[in-house]
């Protein structure tokens, strides 16, 4: 049984989609419905990706990196770009406004201050049980 070379095409075409929504969500306030619809299409894309990947991987040896993969073979090897984790990037770029609201929120109800206190506690009363 022999890899279908077609599925290459379909990879190099997801990957050329995946470019332009990249640069539109870098480049471009994306907000509203449009935001959701290219989330919602990214993470479809990453499950599309990634089972790909999964049947490709029965005829070579691959291995994911952080923002490539490694294909090997008897005949040598060669990187390509991760496109599933680009798209995760995409998403975190896309939803970025929101991410930093949420984060700042976060850190708003809960000072550094107070962590750093809940810290030394707990650390005593770990010191304490184990005395």
Known sequence: MELDPSIL???????????????????FE???????IIS?????????HYMITLYISQY?????????IVESTVKGSAFYLDYGQLS????????RKEIKLLIEKRLRHKPLESLDVEVRENSQQEYNVDQ
């Open 30 to 36: 994306v907000k509203g419905l449009v935001k959701w």
């Open 40 to 48: 919602i299409l990214l993470v479809s894309f990453i499950i599309v």
């Open 88 to 95: 995760f990037i995409s998403i975190l770029i896309a939803w």
């Open 60 to 68: 070579v040896e691959l291995r994911v990196y952080p923002l490539f």
């Open 9 to 27: 095409g379909y990879q190099q075409l997801a990957g050329l989609l995946l470019l332009i929504i990249l640069i539109v969500v870098s480049f």
